[in-house]
């Protein structure tokens, strides 16, 4: 059973973690625009990633017997034009998140909620992961420079990525 502020804070986070779905999917939109389809479908596999995020958020409430709530979501601001600036933003926002999912943990350890902060680590360990790509795609972009022929070669790497995780979400509503 979870408290009201947990519940609440939870369903916070669902609209973050929505929002990033929506975030990169502008991006992904944008990079497409721009013909680096490599760059917008690894964008597109980041919106994955976020839905799921949110989904498994969604599910932990339904599991705890708590109500999901469906925010609206906020139109993505995408003010970013060049590939090196995508990621720039795609860094910032991860931090932004990354200290969302702290004040989480921290709000979760306050109340003595251990369910919950179990399943805010998997959270706290992800944000690793999900800083380290923007960093290491904005390492790459350096050595490979920003010019035409490097964002060529990047883009055509970026288009190999593969999702992680299961993209039917029918499972996490049923449980
Ligand atoms: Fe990008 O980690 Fe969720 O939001």
Redesign the pocket.
């Known amino acids: 059973m979870l408290s009201q502020k947990i519940a609440d804070r939870i369903n916070v986070q669902i609209n ?2 929505m929002f ?1 779905a929506y975030l990169y999917m502008a991006m992904s939109a944008k990079m497409a625009q721009h013909g680096y389809n490599g760059i917008a479908s690894w964008l597109m596999v ?1 919106y994955h ?2 839905m799921f ?1 949110a989904m498994k958020l969604y599910g932990y409430l339904i599991d705890q017997g708590a109500a999901p709530r469906l925010d609206k979501i906020d139109a993505p601001a995408v003010k970013a034009s060049t590939v090196k600036e995508i990621f720039e933003a795609t860094l910032e ?2 931090k932004f ?1 990354t200290g969302s999912i702290r004040e989480l943990l921290e709000l979760a350890l306050t109340e003595k909620d251990y369910a919950t902060e179990n399943l805010v680590r998997w959270y706290v360990n ?2 690793v992961e ?1 800083e380290k790509n923007a960093m290491d795609i904005l390492q790459t972009l350096e050595l490979l420079g920003d010019g035409k022929q490097g964002v060529f070669m990047l883009n055509i790497e970026l288009g190999k990525r593969k999702p992680s995780i299961a993209l039917d979400f029918t499972s996490i509503a049923a449980s």
Request: net charge negative.
């Open positions: 973050r973690e990033s980041q990633e976020e995020h926002h991860e998140i992800e944000q999900e």
